[in-house]
């Protein structure tokens, strides 16, 4: 049995069938084939799967897709304009705020909602609003002064790096 | 995930109507990731965000009253809970991370009554009162042990009143892996008397008399010089002897009880 679905994912109207067990994220990368966001555990711990819905940020992998019935949903492919990235996926760039990448863009999804609630954390601010991504490679510094180097250019900081 | 219905209901008759075969579904963030592992099947999902009534904060100067669906992060954000309660909105605002905040609802949390859960510290602590579709249940009788409450099979919590407390904290030992809590207490001089509750520590949530005798004669910190806990029948797991959680509660408590005094 399948239910039907209609969402807009990246400002674009969607329709998907699905059977009421699909997860978010398998909606997300099989059915529409938008792979940016990563499955790193499918048990809620690792935020790897991190997407915007409705203007927060949620693990889509603990979340069904027909829960996102009428929904606005934001994925690491939404953020860039055209050629340009978003300031916080450069800053993540400038800043060596990645190795493999894996954790990268649900790190860089929470990091905009934390920014959208916080335009000026700090650092213990950061860190706290970051729990709920794991990062195996870089120990977490360069993620947490890529996002402060993106909050201070957001905010239009002549004296940002 | 084994097969299942989905029903997304709009008024509360619609959806209690259904529960006799089927689950409420509220932030998913317990009940997916068990339907995952197979430890629970159900065969029809009563998603519970159709429902108005089940959502928001009211508040007055006795009391604030949330409605199950109300989102951690809307409980931690909200000026009139930080206002009235400010220890239940710091509560809410450390279960978990950002991510569960957003979707986990205290609906959820109390009907899972998670024995490291921290809304039933809350519950116990303020002396709440849990309003489902077909009664009112003090929190004192709600809670009544391991992952299990007073609801009836298919009872729907509505709203949950807290009554505001002249002071109140809650200090909690956090898993550093979940950030539930090893062991949470949460302390409060409430109208009716000074009231402790811990939770993670045992089975379920549960009041701690002794101090609560203690600090009724003096809210201070050291009111509670010397008072401990035996730790019988304590939790033991991969994060913690019984024995460190009973040497985390008096810890925990006069902690506490030094944050409700600096509110
Ligand atoms: C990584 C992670 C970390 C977490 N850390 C913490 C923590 O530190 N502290 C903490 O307290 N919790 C923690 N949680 C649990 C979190 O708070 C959950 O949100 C909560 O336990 C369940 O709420 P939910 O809204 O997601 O409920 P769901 O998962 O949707 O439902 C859980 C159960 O409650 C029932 N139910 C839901 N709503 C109602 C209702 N209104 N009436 C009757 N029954 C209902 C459902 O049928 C189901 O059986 C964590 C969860 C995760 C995934
Ligand atoms: S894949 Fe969703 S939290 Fe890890
Ligand atoms: S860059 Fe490899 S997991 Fe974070």
């Known amino acids: 049995m399948t239910v039907d679905v209609s969402l807009q994912v990246n400002g674009k109207a969607v329709s998907a069938a699905v059977d009421p067990r699909t997860l978010l994220v398998e909606l997300l990368r099989q ?4 792979t940016g966001t990563h499955v790193g555990c499918d048990t809620s711990q690792c935020g790897a799967c991190v997407v915007h819905v409705d203007g927060r940020a949620v693990k889509s992998c603990t979340m069904l897709a027909v829960q996102a019935e009428g929904s606005s949903v934001v994925t690491i492919e939404g953020l860039a304009q ?6 916080m996926q450069e800053a993540f760039r400038a800043c060596h705020g990645l190795q493999c990448g894996f954790c990268t863009p649900g790190m860089i ?12 954390p700090t650092e213990a601010e950061i860190r706290h609003g970051l729990e709920g991504n794991i990062c195996r490679c870089t120990g977490y510094q360069n993620i947490v002064r890529a ?3 993106a909050a201070a250019k957001m905010r239009g900081d002549s004296a940002a790096a | 995930m084994h097969p299942f219905e989905y029903l997304r209901p709009r008024d509360l008759a619609a959806a ?20 995952k592992l197979r430890l629970t099947s159900p065969e ?28 951690h992060a809307e409980v931690a954000a909200s000026a009139e809970v930080r206002r009235l309660i400010p220890a239940l909105a710091a509560l809410a605002g ?10 986990g609802t205290l609906g959820g949390s109390l009907a899972t009554n998670d024995p490291a859960a921290d809304y039933p510290g809350a519950l116990l602590g303020l002396g709440g009162t849990v309003v489902t579709d077909r009664r009112e249940i003090a929190g004192d009788e709600f809670i009544t042990g391991m992952f299990s409450t007073a609801l009836e099979p298919g009872e729907l919590i509505v709203r949950v009143k807290f009554p505001v407390a002249r002071r109140a904290a809650y200090v909690k030992f956090p898993s550093p892996a979940s950030r539930y809590a090893m062991v949470g207490v949460f302390v409060a001089e409430t109208a009716t008397g000074v009231r402790v509750a811990v939770t993670g520590a045992a089975a379920c949530a549960f009041r701690l ?29 991969l994060h913690g002897s019984a024995e460190y959680r009973a040497s985390l509660v008096p810890v925990m408590a006069r902690r506490a009880v030094a944050a409700a005094l600096a509110r």
């Open chain 1, 31 to 34: 059915q529409l084939k938008l």
């Open chain 2, 94 to 103: 450390g279960i978990g991370d950002p991510l569960v905040r957003n979707r």
């Open chain 1, 82 to 87: 055209g050629n340009t990235l978003h300031p």
């Open chain 2, 44 to 71: 029809k999902l009563i998603d519970l965000s159709g429902l108005p009534d089940l959502v928001g904060i009211q508040a007055d100067s006795a009391a604030v009253v949330i409605g199950a669906m109300t989102r």
């Open chain 2, 16 to 35: 209690v109507g259904e529960s006799a075969t089927g689950n409420y579904l509220a932030g998913g963030m317990t009940l997916l990731p068990s339907m």
């Open chain 1, 147 to 149: 996002v402060s180097t």
């Open chain 1, 109 to 120: 999804m929470s990091a905009v909602d934390l920014l959208q609630r916080n335009p000026n």
């Open chain 2, 209 to 237: 008399t002794a101090f609560e005798a203690a600090l009724q004669k003096a809210f201070a910190v050291e009111s509670l010089e010397g008072l401990g806990v035996s730790g019988d029948g304590y939790n033991q797991d």
